[in-house]
Structures are given as structure tokens and as C-alpha cells.
């Protein structure tokens, strides 16, 4: 596949791997060729913990994009979600020293080294630095520094970490069935280029995309990402609650919450609050049903509410809250979330890409309509692939030098 004008997305759920093939014109506009979507095995809670399964359900995805579209993928964009990821905000500072004192983009560049230089454990990595804000002679608030003039030069950075055992599994996984990696991307950071309008990230926001293993969360202000966090809570647990608390196999459970699942006391499709519903032979009652899964959300919707100081909460994210992924087509849970949060809450579907197929069209798809999103952006700041690379350079110069010792 030519990198020149197409993309590729691998995002590997807990539930499903879905790869997106696009074609890209020159004026950068997207068309979506072709969709592979499989079942996925071998992920818990966002994490391989089977190779060969993981594997197998890339390689099938992969497969079924790859004969959607007519292109042999080569690289593609990868999500990469877990509790193994951490992050913190860190600042950097540089003095700009030459006799003009006009900041330049390597100057720039040296800012965000500095700011790059946060303690990292041996089995940690840097996964993105985003440059959330420049400082130039404490005047804040700068967006683009290079062409200001100044003595002193800060930025801020969102630094998000994440384990390298837990992303060389996933590595291997792609790179198993013939696919390198352009850059694997923060899952959160990818749906909300899918999701959000700059409106709402300017204005504030939280994203809360709710899968099958993980519910990832990403808090935006001032046009920028400010806050991320992993709660290892998600559609997983909704079905085996049902399953435990209704004494039903979990595939039973798991259909019946898809068919009939709402957080509301009362089903908009005219089942009465006594009806009892079937599904393989067993009959619950709706009821119970919505019970379970209404106790579950709100706890939900409470741990992510958690993560930002309950009375600060209208002032820092005005725009309220955006729910995405599978879990978010649970019927009510926008309803459920605003009696909550007191907060403009909606449900975030990903923006249409020209040549999109429908069912692309569904919450589920955020992150991989988002890669793809991420795909196109100019990069500026450290990543994966970067300080992948970089880290590797700077072992061959140790040892290079260990050499001639
Ligand atoms: N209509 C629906 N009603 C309720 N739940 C649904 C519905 N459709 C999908 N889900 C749930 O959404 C979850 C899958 O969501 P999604 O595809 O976003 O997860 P994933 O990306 O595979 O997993 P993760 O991001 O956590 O690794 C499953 O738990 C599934 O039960
Ligand atoms: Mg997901």
C-alpha cells in the first residue's frame, strides 16, 4: 500500500478489532476504501494476554480490510488503551539565547525535550507529549511561540506514559501478521478527534469512551488535553452482572442487554415494567434487567465524575460530558448521565468520513474513525515511534561507546 495517499487504523478492542483502509487526496480529504471487523479474543481489560489469539483476530480484520478495499496494508495507526498507561502534566523551559532572541522552531523543539525529561521508570516509555501551552516571558496562553520575541521560553506538556512489556505484546501482535506501525495512539486521544468539536475542547470537556474492558477518559480545556485516566470498568462487567445477578449464561446476558438493555425505569419500546423477556429458552424480567444495569452505569458515571474536583466541575468543563464507545448505545444513559452530572451530556458518534460505511456510524467506532483522524494531523511532539526510535539510538551510541572504553 502506497503510504503516500492512504492510511490504515488497527484498533484492538477487548470486544472487537476493527481496521479501517482510507485513500487520501491531495487536499487531504479522506475516503474511506474498506472495513474488516472481527470478533476479538486473546484482550483483557484493554491488555493481550493471549498472542496467538490476539493475533489470529488482527490477522482475520486485517484480512477482511484488506479484501474490502483492494489494498495490501503495510502500516497502519494503532490504538493502544490499559491501566498500564499513566498521565501527568510536566513543563519545560529554555532560554532563547541568541543575540535576535526570536524564537525559532528548534527552539521549540529544545522546550519540549525539556519537558520530555519526566522520571520514567526502567519499564515505562513515552507514548505522546502534547504541547498544551507556550509561555514566553510569562506571557501565557501562547499557541505558536516561533516568530515572538523573548528571553525565556515555557511550555506545558500532557506527558502519557505507558508500560513496554504490555505494548511490545500488542507490537508483536501487528507486526505478527505483516503490518509495521506508523505510531500507536492513546485510545482516548484518538476518539476525540472523532467526537469532539474544538468548541467543546476549548470550552472544556470530559470523554469518556466506554468499551467492552476499559472506560478510557480524557479531559479537555483550553484546546488542549489536560487530564486522562483509565478505569478498568466497562461492558464486560454490565453483561456479567447480569449473568451473575440474574443467573443467566453470559452470552444470554449479553444478548438480552444489547437487545433490551436501558438505565431508564421505564422501556421506551412498550414492555410494561412487569413484562418478563426471552431470549435462548430463558425469561427474565425487564425490569431486573434494566436494574442491574442502571446500578452499574451510575456507579460508572460516578468513578468518572471522580476525576475532577466535584465543585470546580461547571467552571473547568462547561461543555459537561461526552459518552462514547459500545457501552454508550445502552438506552437512557445520556438521560441517567445528566440527572448525575448536572451537566450538558450526549452521546458521541463519529464524525462522517466520505466513502464511510454505515456502520461505521455507531459510538463502538470512535477510536478507529479517530486514528484515522490522527493519521492526517501533523505531528510536531514526541510519540511512540520517536522515542522508540530515540531510545534506540541512544543505546547504539552507549554501546558504541562501551565499545571503544
Ligand atoms: N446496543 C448496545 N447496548 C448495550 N451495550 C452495547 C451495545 N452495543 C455494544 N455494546 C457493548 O459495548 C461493548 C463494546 O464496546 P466497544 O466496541 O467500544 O469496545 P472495545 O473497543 O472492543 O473494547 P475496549 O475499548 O474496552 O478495549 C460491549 O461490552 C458491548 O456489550
Ligand atoms: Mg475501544
Known amino acids: 500500500m502506497s503510504k503516500r495517499n492512504t492510511l490504515c487504523a488497527i484498533d484492538v478492542g477487548t470486544t472487537k478489532v476493527c481496521t479501517i483502509v482510507a485513500e487520501v487526496n491531495e487536499g487531504g480529504l479522506m475516503r474511506v476504501a474498506g472495513v474488516g471487523l472481527?470478533?476479538?479474543?486473546?484482550?483483557?481489560?484493554?491488555?493481550?494476554?493471549?498472542?496467538?489469539?490476539?493475533?489470529?483476530?488482527?490477522?482475520?480484520?486485517?484480512?477482511?480490510?484488506?479484501?474490502?478495499?483492494?489494498?495490501?496494508?503495510?502500516?497502519?495507526?494503532v490504538g493502544v488503551t490499559g491501566r498500564h498507561i499513566s498521565a501527568r502534566n510536566n513543563r519545560g523551559v529554555v532560554a532563547i539565547t541568541r543575540n535576535d532572541r526570536l524564537v525559532r522552531s528548534d527552539d521549540l523543539k529544545r522546550v519540549l525535550q525539556t519537558a520530555q525529561s519526566v522520571n520514567l521508570s526502567n519499564e515505562e516509555r513515552l507514548l505522546h507529549l502534547i504541547p498544551r501551552g507556550y509561555t514566553v516571558d510569562g506571557?501565557?496562553?501562547?499557541?505558536?511561540?516561533?516568530?515572538?520575541?523573548?528571553?525565556?521560553?515555557?511550555?506545558?506538556?500532557?506527558?502519557?506514559?505507558?508500560a513496554i512489556s504490555s505494548v511490545q505484546n500488542l507490537v508483536k501482535c501487528i507486526r505478527a501478521v505483516g503490518v509495521d506501525i506508523d505510531d500507536l495512539v492513546f485510545e482516548p486521544l484518538a476518539s476525540s478527534e472523532a467526537v469532539l468539536s474544538d468548541d467543546e475542547k476549548e470550552a472544556g470537556v470530559i470523554l469518556a469512551d466506554i468499551g467492552g474492558g476499559t472506560t478510557d477518559i480524557s479531559v479537555?480545556?483550553?484546546?488542549?488535553?489536560?487530564?486522562?485516566?483509565?478505569?478498568?470498568?466497562?461492558?464486560?462487567?454490565?453483561?456479567?452482572?447480569?449473568?451473575?445477578?440474574?443467573?443467566?449464561?453470559?452470552?444470554?446476558?449479553?444478548?438480552?442487554?444489547?437487545?433490551?438493555?436501558?438505565?431508564?425505569?421505564?422501556y421506551e419500546g412498550g414492555t410494561s415494567d412487569t413484562d418478563a423477556i426471552a431470549q435462548n429458552g430463558h425469561s427474565i424480567s425487564y425490569q431486573g434487567l434494566c436494574d442491574v444495569i442502571r446500578a452499574r452505569v451510575e456507579e460508572l458515571i460516578r468513578l468518572i465524575m471522580l476525576e475532577l474536583p466535584r465543585n470546580e466541575m461547571?467552571?473547568?468543563?462547561?461543555?459537561?460530558?461526552?459518552?462514547?464507545?459500545?457501552s454508550s448505545n445502552l438506552s437512557g444513559i445520556d438521560v441517567l448521565g445528566r440527572e448525575i452530572v448536572r451537566l450538558p451530556v450526549r452521546i458521541g458518534t463519529p464524525v462522517s468520513i466520505h466513502g464511510i460505511s454505515d456502520v461505521l456510524q455507531d459510538p463502538a467506532y470512535a477510536t478507529s474513525v479517530g486514528l484515522l483522524l490522527w493519521g492526517l494531523k501533523p505531528k510536531s511532539a514526541p510519540s511512540w515511534k520517536t522515542s522508540m526510535f530515540g531510545s534506540n539510538l541512544r543505546n547504539l551510541v552507549s554501546r558504541i561507546r562501551r565499545l571503544f572504553k
Open 220 to 266: 479537555f480545556k483550553n484546546g488542549s488535553i489536560w487530564h486522562s485516566a483509565i478505569i478498568p470498568v466497562a461492558g464486560y462487567q454490565f453483561t456479567r452482572d447480569i449473568a451473575i445477578g440474574l443467573g443467566l449464561p453470559f452470552e444470554v446476558a449479553e444478548e438480552m442487554k444489547r437487545k433490551y438493555g436501558s438505565v431508564m425505569p421505564v
Open 139 to 162: 506571557q501565557e496562553g501562547v499557541r505558536n511561540p516561533v516568530g515572538m520575541y523573548g528571553f525565556r521560553l515555557d511550555v506545558e506538556t500532557h506527558v502519557i506514559t505507558a
Open 38 to 77: 472481527t470478533p476479538s479474543t486473546g484482550l483483557h481489560k484493554g491488555l493481550v494476554v493471549n498472542i496467538n489469539e490476539a493475533k489470529e483476530s488482527i490477522r482475520e480484520s486485517v484480512r477482511k480490510a484488506e479484501h474490502a478495499s483492494g489494498y495490501k496494508i503495510e502500516t497502519a495507526y
Open 314 to 326: 461547571p467552571s473547568l468543563v462547561p461543555a459537561g460530558l461526552v459518552l462514547t464507545g459500545g
